[in-house]
């Protein structure tokens, strides 16, 4: 159980376009989803906390009209990084709380990350 | 302000050693600290996970500790294997916001 499906797993885009990033809880319902951002030989930040019904809470330096996120459903929650710049290329990951898991309310599962390479 | 910080940053021992990566944290206030596995260009693999509550968890050959009065939890690998080469990174999941805070990985090699 618990398990966070992320797609695509690889996307390549053109400067000026947008990507859209999927973060699926499969088997449980995430109130909560988290986006984190790893650049080469870095570790992970945080860069938003995705609240279902709600707007996002983006941590400080996080542009939120460049990475819009949404999480209209209790299993979905979408990164859209806007005109994307070779400099937004990095490795993207999202997790997720399973919150009606007394046991397991305060573990995060991760997806197995995106990487964005914008050219 | 919680920050995490893995010493060494990086390793390479020879095979078969016993090893220990460590992980500080500053605010003891966590609800778990996690141990993760990324290989490289991949996603995390989960190692594994202690409660604030528990002081260690074994899984195989491995065994985390943690102490959080004194803001430290350690990872120790028997018997390394030269398929446990990889980044290992720990997280400290942080009281009252669920938000993971990782920490700057430690790249550990093991040579066959």
């Known amino acids: 159980g618990a398990v966070v499906s992320q797609h695509p797993s690889w996307v390549i885009c053109k400067s000026g376009t947008s990507v859209k990033i999927e973060c699926r809880s499969l088997?449980?319902?995430?109130?909560?989803m988290f986006w984190y951002r790893q650049f080469p030989k870095q570790s992970l930040m945080l860069m938003a906390t995705?609240?279902?019904?709600?707007?996002?809470?983006?941590e400080q330096g996080v542009e939120k009209d460049k990475f819009l996120i949404n999480h209209a459903s209790l299993t979905l929650s979408t990164l859209t990084v806007t005109s994307a710049h070779p400099e937004d290329s990095s490795f993207y990951i999202c997790?997720?709380?399973?919150?009606?898991?007394?046991?397991?309310?305060?573990?995060?599962?991760f997806g197995a990350g995106t990487r964005l390479s914008v050219l | 302000k919680q920050e995490v910080t893995q010493i060494p940053a990086a390793l390479s021992v020879p095979e078969g050693e016993n090893l220990v990566l460590n992980c500080s944290f500053t605010?003891?206030?966590?609800?778990?600290l996690q141990w993760f596995r990324q290989d490289p260009g991949k996603g995390l693999t989960s190692l594994l996970l202690?409660?604030?509550?528990?002081r260690e968890q074994t899984s195989g050959r491995l065994n985390a500790s943690l102490d959080k009065s004194s803001g430290r939890s350690t990872l120790y690998i028997a018997a390394s294997q030269p398929g446990d080469s990889a980044t290992y990174l720990c997280a400290a999941s942080t009281s009252g916001t669920y938000k993971y805070i990782f920490g700057t990985g430690t790249r550990l090699k093991v040579l066959a």
């Open positions: 605010d003891s206030a966590i609800y778990n």
């Open positions: 995705s609240n279902e019904g709600s707007k996002a809470t983006y």
């Open positions: 997790s997720a709380r399973d919150p009606l898991r007394e046991s397991a309310k305060n573990i995060q599962y």
């Open positions: 088997d449980f319902q995430a109130t909560t």
């Open positions: 202690i409660q604030s509550s528990q």
